[in-house]
C-alpha cells in the first residue's frame, strides 16, 4: 500500500506527461499477466522494468505459464488478468475452436519472430537439394521441396516424420503448414471429429511447448519443429539442429503475439485497458529506437530466469539482428523481431483475417463461411479503435509521434503478394485467397472421416 501511495503521488507530481485525470484512473490497479518464455514477450518486461506500468498507475504482477492452453485458461478463468497471446488464440477462442470465450486484443505485441528447425539427420538430407552460393552456403530461403528425401527416407523406413509446433492455433502451426504446402507437402486436416490435424498428413505435426522443443528435437521424438525464439538458436547452441527458414521468408510481416484479454473485462474496465496498451506501447517504441540501439540492454533483461531464462549469447542472435543457421553462418537479419516499426503494434483486421483463413484451409473451420463473416469475426477481436483511442493519447502527451500509428486507416493491409508461394492476399477477399492456394480445403469442402468432400 505504502508503495503504491509513493508511486501514486509521483505519478501525479511528475506526470504532465501521461496525463492521468480523475476520470482515466485504472479500475483495476493491481494485474497479473502471463507469458511464455519467448523473447516477444520482452515488451511485458520492458514495461515492467522501466516503470511504463507504474506511470500508467498498474501495478503489474507478470507470470511465466507453462504452456499456450494453461495460459490461456488462465485468462479465461480470471487467475490471469491478460497474458501475451499466440495472435490466433482470441480468434479461435472466439468461434469456439477447443475452448469457447471472448477473447480480445487491443495490442500486437509484435512481427515476426519465428523460424523452423530440423535435426541434424534430416538437414543431411535435405542439404544436397539446396543450392549452394558461391561461398558454398545455402541460398535462402530454403523451399520444403527438399524436406522431401527426409520424408520418403523416413517412410522407407518404416518410420512416421514428425514435427513440433507450439499450439494448433499458433502462427507457428499455420507458418509450418503454408512452408509444407508450398513446398507441396501435404500437413494434414482436422476436422470435427479428429482434432490432430494429421489426417492425410505427410509430415505429421504435434503439440510441444516452446522451451522444451530442443530436448525433444535431441531425444529424436520429432525431426524438426516451428518455434520461436531463442528456441531454434539454442538448437544451433547445442549442435542438434539447423534452422533452415525464418518466418519473414514464409509470410512476413503479421501479428505474431498479442494482448490476449477477457471482453467482459475489456467494456468493464476501459481506463484499465487503455493504460495497459500506453504502457506496451511505450515499450515496443524503447525496443526498436534508434535502430535497435536498446536490444542489448533488452537481452540483459530478459535473459533473467524470472523472463525468459536462456543465455544472453543465445538471445542475442535474434534480437539484435543477425540470424544464426548452420554454426557460423550468421547473417543479418534486422526485421527478425519486430516491435513497433510498420505499425507493429495496430490490430490489423486483415492480420486477423489471414488466420482465419488458415483455419479454414485446414479443417479447424469445419464449413465454409462468407467474406463478411471473416471481417466480423476479425474485427470483434482485434479491437483498433481501443488501440487508435491509446494512441492518439501518447501523442497528445508528447510521448510518441503521430506517425507511428496508422491513423485513419481501414484495418486492412494493402494487397501483399510476398509469401513463399506467391499467392497474393487480400484481407477483403478471404474466400478468393483460400480458393486460389494449391492445398487445403476450398469452396465448400469439409472433411468427413479421412475423405475431403464437396
Excluded: C
Aim: glycine share 8%; proline share 6%; charged share 20%.
Amino acid at each position: 500500500m505504502i508503495r503504491k501511495l509513493l508511486a501514486s503521488t509521483s505519478i501525479l507530481a511528475t506526470l504532465g506527461a501521461t496525463a492521468l485525470h480523475a476520470d482515466t484512473f485504472p479500475e483495476v490497479e493491481d494485474l497479473t499477466l502471463g507469458f511464455i518464455k519467448l523473447t516477444d514477450m520482452a515488451p511485458l518486461a520492458i514495461a515492467y522494468e522501466r516503470g511504463y506500468f507504474e506511470d500508467e498507475g498498474l501495478f503489474v504482477t507478470l507470470e511465466a505459464q507453462a504452456n499456450w492452453k494453461v495460459l490461456l485458461d488462465g485468462v479465461i478463468d480470471g487467475n490471469l488478468h491478460g497474458a501475451h497471446m499466440l495472435a490466433g488464440q482470441p480468434l479461435a477462442a472466439t468461434i469456439g475452436f477447443g475452448t469457447e470465450a471472448h477473447i480480445v486484443t487491443p495490442f500486437v505485441m509484435d512481427l515476426n519472430g519465428n523460424a523452423t528447425t530440423v535435426s541434424n539427420e534430416v538437414w543431411d538430407m535435405m542439404r544436397p537439394a539446396i543450392p549452394s552460393d558461391a561461398d558454398g552456403k545455402p541460398v535462402h530461403p530454403i523451399s520444403a521441396r527438399a524436406l522431401r528425401p527426409a520424408i520418403e527416407a523416413f517412410a522407407d523406413q518404416g518410420r512416421p516424420f514428425n514435427m513440433g509446433m507450439v499450439f494448433p492455433v499458433s502462427t507457428h502451426n499455420f507458418e509450418l503448414r503454408y512452408w509444407l504446402a508450398a513446398g507441396g507437402i501435404h500437413p494434414g486436416f482436422y476436422s470435427t471429429d479428429n482434432i490432430s490435424g494429421q489426417i492425410g498428413a505427410e509430415a505429421q505435426l504435434s503439440v510441444t511447448p516452446p522451451p522444451q522443443m530442443p530436448a525433444t528435437l535431441e531425444a529424436g521424438t520429432i525431426s524438426g519443429y516451428s518455434v520461436g525464439e531463442p528456441w531454434n538458436q539454442q538448437a544451433v547452441a547445442m549442435g542438434i539442429g539447423v534452422p533452415v527458414i525464418t518466418d519473414l521468408d514464409i509470410f512476413p510481416m503479421r501479428a505474431e503475439k498479442v494482448l490476449g484479454l477477457r471482453a467482459d473485462f475489456v467494456e468493464e474496465n476501459p481506463n484499465t485497458v487503455r493504460a495497459l496498451t500506453r504502457a506496451l506501447i511505450r515499450a515496443t517504441i524503447w525496443l526498436d529506437a534508434d535502430d535497435n540501439a536498446n536490444r542489448e540492454e533488452a537481452v540483459q533483461i530478459i535473459s533473467r530466469p524470472n523472463y525468459v531464462g536462456a543465455d544472453p549469447d543465445v538471445l542475442r542472435n535474434s534480437m539484435t539482428g543477425t540470424f544464426e543457421y548452420e554454426q557460423g553462418d550468421i547473417r543479418s537479419v534486422p526485421d527478425f523481431n519486430v516491435f513497433s516499426r510498420y505499425y507493429a503494434n495496430f490490430p490489423f483486421t486483415s492480420d486477423a483475417v489471414w488466420y482465419l483463413t488458415q483455419m479454414r484451409r485446414w479443417g479447424q473451420i469445419s464449413d465454409a463461411q462468407t467474406d463478411d463473416w471473416y471481417a466480423e469475426i476479425a474485427q470483434s477481436v482485434f479491437l483498433s479503435d481501443l488501440f487508435m483511442d491509446a494512441a492518439q493519447s501518447l501523442v497528445d502527451d508528447g510521448l510518441a509521434p503521430s506517425e507511428m500509428f496508422p491513423f485513419g486507416s481501414d484495418g486492412y493491409r494493402d494487397a501483399v503478394d510476398h509469401a513463399i508461394d506467391g499467392v497474393p492476399f487480400d484481407g477483403r477477399t478471404p474466400n478468393a485467397y483460400i480458393d486460389s492456394l494449391p492445398i487445403g480445403l476450398k469452396g465448400e469442402q469439409v472433411v468427413v472421416g479421412t475423405e475431403v468432400q464437396g
